[in-house]
């Protein structure tokens, strides 16, 4: 039996950088093992520990001069003349050349030069994940540029956009192009088939200098209101050719790139950059359209089915990277409550606040469980695209991801304001920025309301149940160690009910199935993870019977699927008391402490 060596000592940290994340949270290498298929993970987790020590180091302190120095816009030149020019502080080219030059969506779509082949978008999602303790809105760029050429690998067959997509996948910075998915219409919103933006043959065009044949040569004329990346080279944009359906079905996608390829700006005006909350390190603003130059992409009539492709990826990455956040902010918490003394004693030691790290802990490895788990689904359907398990499962898994957790980390860097007292207020101390940035991660790629619809048709559509119930029975099946049997009935039996729940949805009518429908995600959310957990806790006992992860499995199943009408006040069960340096410094744990 081989037992962890003994508990992380926090307190000798100053605070939240200078330091490892990788090495910090054993949880993420634990996930990831678990996740990735064998002979990736070991290749990639000498490489995550590294991109650890960097984003921890170098890339955390540039973001936190990049949130005093946000890119700036410049539409025009002296002479008046289009520019569309975007400036970045120094810090933040640094940060663009550490992460892309690591190879984090190079390696996905192109072998590493130590492999045969290239490993999968899960590695790329891990490292985003990463990433996103250090600077959600670095992250941004990040993944629609793996986002963009996800898309442009899989519908552009014939091969015209190929210098785009290795520009998108360059393994070094310098031969970099950026991404971007200009999407919103300010009359739109989440309404896509709204889009106005027309898309017109251009006259007489002559084929592209890039290659790209005249008759996928088009002018859009329109307008985008939310543009993240706004100089993206590699853009993606969604407009209506003339004569085409009303709706999604009339949408096509084209390449609106920043520049053409004679190098002038192409005929689009960036007219402002937004002034916003947080993410102040990605540049987000209105673009106008006026016979802008843009490239068809594939059928004419699938815009919309190839958009959903980096739509998807979109709100994969951005549930990973709201693990990052709920990550940082505990860290920071974890610190602070082993330095801070207050009455004589550090904080840490006070009941209280052991409670608090704990739920905070257990809730930052549910959110990395089920993230993970809808990451390495979407890896799976993009490995093979006739595994129609693969595509159900994350067809249920990825709106239900980006959901919950998005939620997850706002509560989470709120608390750890909370933790910091004054200070955590205060624009120097980093808790004020991951607020402020985690506060758009319900929005981007869908709010709430809109996800839970797609779970719907998730359901109806594409019969995600069928691959989604069996799914939490076999993680259960694989329980059986003593410590955890009344934690597996209880889940167990509320797996029955949201079986129940899925078929009195599916038997309703539309407005009492949308009425329930936020309900519903969150109780899938809930059955899944509890049953993930408690999973990752038998394969821990059996590994090396450390109950550590089953005393996570039972604080969650407590909290969040067995909580009584006393609010578990009448029970005498502290288990973050008992437990408190196993869960939050990961120490180990005897099987008896989680039985008793």
Request: net charge negative; charged share 25%.
């Amino acid at each position: 039996m081989t037992l962890n060596t003994g508990p992380i000592d926090y307190g000798a940290l100053g605070d939240g950088r200078g330091c490892n994340y990788w090495r910090l949270e054993p949880a993420l290498a634990r996930e990831a093992r678990r996740v990735y298929p064998e002979d990736e993970y070991e290749w990639a987790a000498p490489r995550l520990g590294g991109f650890g020590a960097t984003v921890g180091n170098a890339i955390a302190a540039n973001s936190d001069v990049v949130d005093e120095h946000g890119p700036e816009l410049r539409t025009y030149d002296r002479r008046g003349n289009l520019a569309n020019d975007v400036d970045y502080h120094p810090a933040q080219i640094e940060n663009e050349r550490l992460s892309y030059d690591s190879g984090l969506i190079a390696d996905a779509f192109d072998a590493p030069p130590d492999r045969e082949d290239p490993v999968g978008l899960l590695h790329t999602l891990t490292m985003q994940q990463i990433l996103c303790y250090a600077d959600v809105g670095l992250a941004c760029p990040v993944s629609m540029t793996a986002g963009a050429a996800l898309v442009l690998r899989n519908h552009d067959h014939d091969g015209h956009y190929d210098h785009y997509l290795d520009g998108l996948t360059a393994r070094s910075h310098d031969d970099l192009i950026q991404g971007a998915m200009f999407l919103t219409e300010e009359q739109g919103g989440s309404d896509v088939g709204a889009t106005e933006t027309v898309a017109r043959p251009a006259d007489d065009a002559a084929p592209a200098d890039n290659g790209v044949p005249a008759d996928r040569v088009y002018e859009l004329t329109g307008e985008k209101w939310f543009c993240s990346n706004i100089d993206g080279q590699g853009t993606l944009a969604l407009a209506r050719r003339p004569d085409a359906p009303d709706g999604t079905n009339g949408l096509s996608l084209f390449v609106v790139p920043h520049e053409l390829p004679d190098g002038r700006p192409n005929h689009q005006r960036y007219r402002r950059l937004k002034d916003k909350l947080g993410t102040v390190s990605v540049p987000t603003g209105e673009v106008e359209f006026e016979d802008t130059v843009g490239y068809l992409v594939g059928d004419p009539e699938r815009g919309f089915e190839y958009m959903t492709t980096m739509l998807n990826y979109e709100r994969v990455t951005n549930a990973t990277g709201a693990v990052g956040v709920v990550g940082r902010a505990l860290l920071e918490s974890k610190i602070h409550a082993a330095n801070r003394e207050a009455f004589g004693n550090p904080i840490a030691e006070y009941p209280l606040m052991r409670r608090d790290l704990v739920d905070m802990q257990v809730d930052f490895e549910a959110a990395l469980a089920f993230s993970m788990e809808a990451a390495r689904h979407f890896d799976r359907y993009e490995r093979d695209h006739d595994d129609t398990e693969a595509f159900r499962l994350l067809r249920a898994l990825v709106p239900v991801a980006k959901h919950r957790t998005g939620r997850m980390a706002i509560d989470a860097a709120s608390y750890a304001m909370e933790i910091q007292g004054g200070n955590g207020y205060v624009s120097e101390f980093v808790t004020n920025r991951l607020l402020r940035d985690a506060q758009v991660l319900p929005i981007w790629e869908g709010t709430s309301n809109i996800l839970s619809l797609d779970l719907l048709r998730a359901f109806e559509v594409e019969d995600a149940h069928e691959a989604l119930l069996p799914l939490v029975d076999d993680y259960l099946d694989e329980v059986s160690h003593p410590a955890l049997a009344d934690v597996e009935a209880t889940v167990r039996d509320r797996h029955e009910t949201l079986q129940a729940a899925l078929l009195t949805v599916a038997s309703a009518d539309d407005a009492y199935a949308q009425h329930e429908a936020k309900e519903l995600a969150d109780l899938l959310f809930d059955v899944v993870t509890a049953a993930i957990l408690l999973a990752k806790a038998q394969r821990r006992l059996d590994e090396d019977g450390d109950a550590r992860e089953a005393a996570v499995a039972a604080w969650f199943v407590e909290t969040t699927l067995a909580p009584g009408d006393d609010r578990g006040i009448l029970d005498g069960d502290a288990l973050p008391l008992e437990c408190f340096d196993a869960v939050v410094r990961y120490d180990s744990l005897d099987p008896a402490v989680v039985a008793d």
